[in-house]
Nanobody, 125 residues
Framework: QVQVVESGGGLAQAGGSLRLSCTAS????????MGWFRQAPRKEREFVAA????????YVADSVKGRFTISRDNAKSTVFLQMTSLKPEDTAVYYC??????????????????WGQGTQVTVSS
């Protein structure tokens, strides 16, 4: 079993920045593809970004491309989501997820096995 815990959410103004962190414990962190999703009120959960096991490959949704960056530090068992140029429409609960499958599968299916509880991000206009 893998425990996934997000942190770093909060309130930001439009145009501002926030950095989310996520730790995954229970097994070797570097064995997992990591991803971020978000869910806004009355909307379905949507994919935001993913990163492969080594951190050398990333995939970012078009809606946040150029504004959000995903990275990881395997020595610290942590994945980050750096969010810049925030918009009110970025307001959502952000979820971190982990999956042991190979990068190509996770990238194409965007299916993850282990999920955190989520952290709220609110962007004011």
């Amino acid at each position: 079993q893998v425990q996934v815990v997000e942190s770093g959410g909060g309130l930001a103004q439009a145009g501002g920045s926030l950095r989310l962190s996520c730790t995954a414990s229970g097994r070797t962190f570097s064995r997992y593809v990591m991803g971020w999703f978000r869910q806004a009120p009355r909307k379905e959960r949507e994919f935001v970004a993913a990163i492969n096991r080594s951190g050398g490959l990333t995939y970012v949704a078009d809606s946040v491309k150029g504004r959000f960056t995903i990275s990881r530090d395997n020595a610290k068992s942590t994945v980050f989501l750096q969010m810049t140029s925030l918009k009110p429409e970025d307001t959502a609960v952000y979820y971190c997820a982990a999956d042991p499958s190979v990068w190509e599968i996770v990238r194409s299916t965007q299916t993850f096995d282990f999920w955190g509880q989520g952290t709220q991000v609110t962007v004011s206009s």
